[in-house]
T-cell receptor, first 113, second 113 residues
């Protein structure tokens, strides 16, 4: 099976712009979670989507949003970008049911200038 | 109550040594404890995971020890190799939040030849 894929891999934006990141989960996985990774804060949970519904949400401002499509692919959007949004954004997918294992993609490196 | 505390921040060992990384958690609803390995420029890769009903789990050279009463768990890497040099993260989840992993701050492991 192919792993989790994320596009684009690298992105440079300026303050005030908005950005959309995409994630395709492992085939058959219906849960997609997003994380932000920075040197200072480490790995922080953003939100989780399952069957097109947001199931869990982390402590991030409303500028961070996401959605999931019927084929389980997910997108996250960050509006009004700030310098502090520069980070590696990681997507992880897991199978439904009792399985907990989350498998991560390679991430999208976002730089805000 | 959602924190997972990881130590040490960095660790240097010689080839063949046994690095040990420790984590402690507070939330008693956590019932799944994975360890991830991350190389520069890559997403975290699931190494090994444990549930509280066992005190130890071994997969290859990687062993998790779990102490439920102390709410602590640790990763041991047997016969460490230079290729094991990476950042290691412990994590936890459980209760109603299986899609949300709470991560430790990470340990940068360097294995010298």
């Amino acid at each position: 099976k192919a792993g989790v894929t994320q596009t684009p891999r690298y992105l440079i934006k300026t303050r005030g712009q908005q950005v959309t990141l995409s994630c395709s989960p492992i085939s058959g996985h219906r849960s997609v979670s997003w994380y932000q990774q920075t040197p200072g804060q480490g790995l922080q949970f953003l939100f989780e989507y399952f069957s097109e519904t947001q199931r869990n949400k982390g402590n991030f401002p409303g500028r961070f949003s996401g959605r999931q499509f019927s084929n389980s692919r997910s997108e996250m959007n960050v509006s009004t970008l700030e310098l502090g949004d520069s980070a590696l954004y990681l997507c992880a997918s897991k199978a439904s049911g009792s399985e907990n294992e989350q498998f991560f993609g390679p991430g999208t490196r976002l730089t805000v200038l | 109550q959602q924190q997972v505390k990881q130590s040490p921040q960095s660790l240097i060992v010689q080839k063949g040594g046994i690095p040990i990384i420790n984590c402690a958690y507070e939330n008693t609803a956590f019932d799944y404890f994975p360890w991830y390995q991350q190389f520069p420029g890559k997403g975290p890769a699931l190494l090994i995971a444990i549930r509280p009903d066992v005190s130890e789990k071994k997969e290859g050279r990687f062993t998790i020890s779990f102490n439920k009463s102390a709410k602590q768990f640790s990763l041991h890497i047997m016969d460490s190799q230079p290729g094991d040099s990476a950042t290691y993260f412990c994590a936890a989840n459980g209760g109603t939040s299986y899609g949300k992993l709470t991560f430790g701050q990470g340990t940068i492991l360097t294995v010298h030849p």
